[in-house]
């Protein structure tokens, strides 16, 4: 039995290869014609070079948590503490659809390339040949650029420049947490210019960064804001209150007994200095504790890795380009002889 199918699969691969023998000539023609497209593949294939950043978000810890925002929500209650805004609205997962936003992408696109007025929105669109495809467009058909110098863009610039923003979003951007289990997050760049890409992660990320520990931190900054005010009010009120008592006391020294308006000034004035100094050192609590509740909801964003020239690219070398092209004419040709065409004794 096992002699039998041996001979029979012996007898076939004579069969296949007396076959291929045949259509030597076509499969040398294919193989080369494979090879040339592999070569013209590397060839007009555009290089493009990608920018990686990694970072860290150290976030808050939720309300009512462990450590200083536990104690401090034992201490005052989850509704002081919510006012003075410990909360934890913004989470870090949501620095990977903040940096992907639009406004950030536009405010991005709007910094200088090299120095000058060039943004990188026009090197964006020099780098894809943009500029060219609008000039000769129907809809289109003026110079478009997008310089700094500019106070306010057309509406048609603004039309364009969202198409931009629209194509990083769709094929150029990129930004993932590497481990689920990590704080660890990741954005790509890749762009046709070197310098270009790194320029746009680097910048990308420091405005998604300063965006964030904002909306983090916007609301307990004002209310650190305000407390401070009514503590600076509230001390000047008290120094004046404590020189007014001292007048009145002086005054009492040289008081005729049949007056008593003075000593009774004098009284309310004691009264009133030590009602303002217990009122200041009670808001003057409330900002020590506004103040440790910004430290503990502030995020912290650490850069672990940032783009470094040369940045990797697809770059193909030619001769790799030539292999591929060569391997996969003759894997093309031999697949379709031998599956699709049925040889017969060795022959077609």
Not at 169 to 191: A, G, H, Q, W, Y
Request: charged letters at 25%; proline letters at 3%.
């Amino acid at each position: 039995m096992q002699g039998s199918i041996y001979t029979f699969i012996l007898a076939t691969l004579k069969t296949y290869v007396a076959y291929l023998r045949t259509k030597l000539l076509l499969i040398v023609g294919v193989t080369v014609v494979g090879a040339l497209l592999g070569l013209l593949y590397v060839s007009f294939k555009p290089i493009k070079y990608t920018a990686r950043s990694s970072f860290v978000v150290e976030d808050s810890k939720s309300l009512g948590g462990s450590g200083l925002m536990g104690a401090i929500s034992g201490q005052l209650g989850p509704e002081l503490l919510g006012a003075l805004g410990g909360s934890n609205l913004l989470s870090g997962e949501n620095i990977i659809e903040l940096a992907k936003s639009r406004s950030l992408l536009r405010k991005t696109f709007l910094t200088s390339y090299d120095g000058s007025n060039v943004s990188l929105a026009d090197r964006y669109a020099t780098s894809l040949k943009l500029k060219e495809d609008w000039l000769d467009s129907r809809k289109v058909g003026v110079n478009i650029d997008f310089s700094l110098s500019k106070k306010k863009y057309s509406r048609l610039e603004d039309s364009l420049l969202n198409t931009l923003i629209d194509r990083v979003i769709k094929k150029d951007i990129e930004v993932f947490k590497p481990d689920r289990r990590l704080s660890l997050f990741e954005i790509n760049i890749t762009m046709r210019d070197e310098q270009l890409a790194s320029l746009f992660c680097t910048r990308l990320l420091s405005k998604t960064s300063d965006l964030y520990i904002n909306a983090k931190t916007k609301r307990i900054k004002g209310n650190i804001s305000r407390l401070q005010h009514l503590a600076d009010s509230l001390q000047r009120y008290a120094n004046q209150r404590v020189r007014t008592t001292a007048q009145s006391n002086f005054k009492m020294l040289d008081l005729n007994p049949q007056y008593y308006d003075q000593e009774v000034e004098s009284t309310i004035n004691t009264r009133e200095e030590s009602l303002s100094g217990m009122i200041y050192a009670e808001v003057l609590k409330n900002l020590e504790i506004s103040k440790a509740s910004l430290l503990q909801e502030t995020p912290t964003i650490q850069l672990v890795d940032s783009p470094e020239t040369p940045l990797p690219s697809n770059l193909i070398e030619w001769y790799e380009g030539l292999i591929y092209g060569l391997l996969g004419g003759l894997f093309a040709i031999i697949f379709i002889l031998v599956f699709l065409f049925e040889p017969k004794n060795g022959t077609e």
